[in-house]
């Protein structure tokens, strides 16, 4: 049998392994962040307005206006939101393979290619945001797909052709893929603006005007799509940043900790890559390590709690995978035939996805996917409990707004800030002590506490932790219900508490 053929048997079983098998396994999991969207596209759709509560000024408790886009259009055709936007999530990680390729072939060979591919899909925390309902993959497939696209207008060609002409198709490609971006994630138009500041370093050293023309064509397209976008949500909601940037984005007491995680997983590759800027002087290798460089700086004081997993990383990551094979290739002496050189970056890359990669089975992923769904069947039988006792116009507390406020008309208070306006305007140091203050100044109709036990110790959220020590001193509470998982080694609870008011009133 003739060896190319076994080879592209070989790849297509396991393509059809790690992309097929994989996201069967994971598919069960689902965030419950997701759900702050859906009650942001509830509301939208049934046309009381982009707002988390009724009635309530408008706060930009989402950071995936996209995804609340996509979501309200399912809602209002009829469509289950939830397979949508799973659905999304597939389609935007079979982009996201299919744009490393094409990126991959800038520098490599057809079969060198599939190796950047390769370290996508077997890598643990790529699969498992893919069915998780958040735009993740979508948002990665956006700055992938613009980046070939600002490649191959810029008149790079596949190897072995030479540099060509400007190709004003992709540019506008890229223009339209970055605004997306910007749509999709708040930090999409600082990126948008890197990759335009290193295409334009290309398109100054080529010296021809049309591609300068082309560049700004671009750009136009970039910012007729974004501008509005961004003027009216600064106009909408009053403030410069969704209310998660203020809330998660800018603690002083996370310095690096979301850094850290990143260089553990990333520094050999970065190492790597940037010995492949050294070795060759091509420009072109900006695209794949700045990225990271720009990210490295924007989640410098970010939360690590709600961006585990390299999530918020991941489109700067998988540039990483390409650009250490072009370095492994730079250092291989040129005596060496392609069939060798071949064989040896196949080898070498199966050593550092050994090493450095982390990677899983299906029986983990499903195991993984277990916690998430006991999570939900929780969730559900505080909702079961909230439903009858709670109207339209009470104000309930709760940390874990996600599940729970998507399916009850109620007023929430997110006492962990994502979608709490007052929160995100206090000092960030004081917000969660003054918040608690404020509850009980205000009074409202529940307090739902959201804890986590591992073996002999109890953890609340911030707020969470305050509102258990004033409430263990409150007459106006009393705790109604206790929802907990079964016995794990991790036991997630709720506590709910009602105004005494409102338990008198229940009582007649």
């Keep these: 049998m003739n060896h190319r053929l076994l080879f592209g048997i070989l790849f297509g079983f396991l393509f059809f392994y790690l992309f097929v098998l994989q996201l069967i396994a994971i598919w069960p999991f689902t965030i419950d962040d997701m759900y702050i969207s859906l009650r942001y596209a509830a509301h939208w759709a049934n046309g009381d307005g982009l707002l988390w509560n009724i009635g309530d000024p408008p706060v930009e408790g989402y950071s995936n206006f996209l995804f609340v886009m996509i979501a309200a259009l399912a809602l209002h055709v009829g469509f289950n939101p939830i397979v949508v936007l799973k659905i999304m999530g597939i389609i935007g990680f079979g982009f996201t ?17 599939l190796i950047p591919v390769m370290g996508l899909l077997i890598y643990r925390d790529e699969i498992i945001w893919v069915s998780s309902g958040l735009e993740t993959t979508i948002y990665q497939a956006l700055i992938i797909g613009s980046i070939a696209s600002l490649l191959r207008g810029l008149g790079y060609r596949f190897v072995p052709y030479a540099r060509g002409s400007s190709v004003l198709l992709f540019w506008i490609l890229a223009g339209v893929g970055l605004a997306l971006a910007g749509l999709t994630r708040p930090e999409g138009g600082v990126i948008a603006a890197v990759l335009g500041v290193i295409a ?34 600064w106009y909408y909601f009053g403030m410069l940043f969704p209310n998660p940037v203020y809330c998660k984005g800018l603690m002083d007491t996370y310095w690096w900790e979301l850094d850290k995680s990143f260089l553990k997983t990333t520094w050999p590759f970065l190492l790597i890559g940037l010995f ?43 540039l990483l995978f390409p650009l250490c094979i072009v370095g492994f290739q730079s250092g291989i002496p040129k005596h060496f035939n392609i069939n060798t050189q071949i064989w040896m970056l196949w080898g070498v890359a199966i050593w550092m996805a050994l090493l450095f990669i982390p990677m899983s089975n299906l029986q983990q992923y499903s195991y993984f996917t277990e916690c998430p769904q006991a999570g939900e069947q929780l ?53 969660f002590t003054r918040y608690c203050q404020r509850v009980f100044e205000e009074k409202p ?64």
């Design 97 to 113: 393979a299919m744009g490393i390729y094409f990126i991959s072939r800038f520098w490599l060979s057809p079969i060198l290619s």
């Design 200 to 233: 334009l370093i290309h398109v100054v050293s080529s010296n021809q005007s049309a591609r300068y023309d082309h560049w700004l064509l671009g750009l136009g397209i970039f910012l007729l799509i974004y501008v509005p976008y961004f003027i009216w949500r």
């Design 276 to 318: 492949a800027q050294w070795k060759t002087r091509d420009t072109r290798l900006l695209f794949l390590w700045i990225p990271s460089v720009v990210y490295l700086i924007l989640l410098m004081k970010a939360d690590p709690i709600s961006a585990f997993s390299q999530r918020l990383f991941l489109p700067a990551l998988v």
């Design 379 to 431: 969730r559900m039988r505080v909702i079961h409990w909230l439903k009858p006792r709670v109207t339209a116009t009470d104000r309930i507390i709760l940390a874990d707004s996600g599940m729970i406020p998507f399916h009850i008309v109620a007023q929430f208070d997110d006492s962990y800030c994502l979608n709490n306006q007052w929160m995100a305007k206090q000092p960030p140091n004081e917000m």
């Design 445 to 508: 109709a529940v307090i739902i506490l959201t804890s986590l036990q591992e073996k002999d110790k109890r953890f609340y959220t911030p707020a969470d932790q305050c509102l258990k020590s004033e409430l263990m001193r409150q007459a106006d509470y009393k705790r109604e219900a206790i929802f907990q998982t079964g016995h794990q080694k991790a036991i997630y609870r709720y506590e709910i508490y009602s105004r005494a008011a409102n338990h008198k009133a229940a009582k007649q």
